[in-house]
């Protein structure tokens, strides 16, 4: 491993913004192009937003974040201890949600696959979600 870094933060959607600048900020020593960053960006914004909206959508709680980089990936990791996901292949289908009462579209996972190279969730009810992505940085 090359470098990490880790946050943990409270369940408040205050804070998606700032772990997107956290994370750009520590991702910007890879040398990556603006579209590389913007769709790294883009995926931590969504898997952030899933955490605060569905794991903890009645109560507050705690969101870990770790990102690695090797070489010319990187890898992000959004933990959560929330209510967890009851069929994780369900949910990664698009526009899935389990509320479709709710405002969300149901397309988080797929925008999270789109942006990055590979997409990992591991789930268990009642104690909570990974989600880990990867990304290759092309070397300029």
Known sequence: MDNYMKLEIPSKSSNESFVRAAISAFAVQMDMTVEEMADIKTAV??????????????????????CRIF?????????????????VDKAMQPLYTENPDGERSGMGFTVMQTFMDSLEVK?????????????RIEVL
Not at 47 to 60: E, G
Not at 71 to 87: H, L, P, T
Not at 123 to 135: A, D, H, L, N
Request: aromatic share 4%; glycine share 10%.
């Open 71 to 87: 070489e010319n990936e990187i890898e992000i990791r959004v933990e959560d201890f929330g209510k967890g996901i009851s069929d």
């Open 45 to 66: 914004s969504e898997a952030v937003t899933n955490a605060i909206v569905h794991a903890y959508s009645d109560i507050k709680g705690v969101i870990n974040i770790m």
């Open 123 to 135: 789930s268990v009810i009642g104690e909570g979600t990974v989600v880990t992505m990867r990304k």
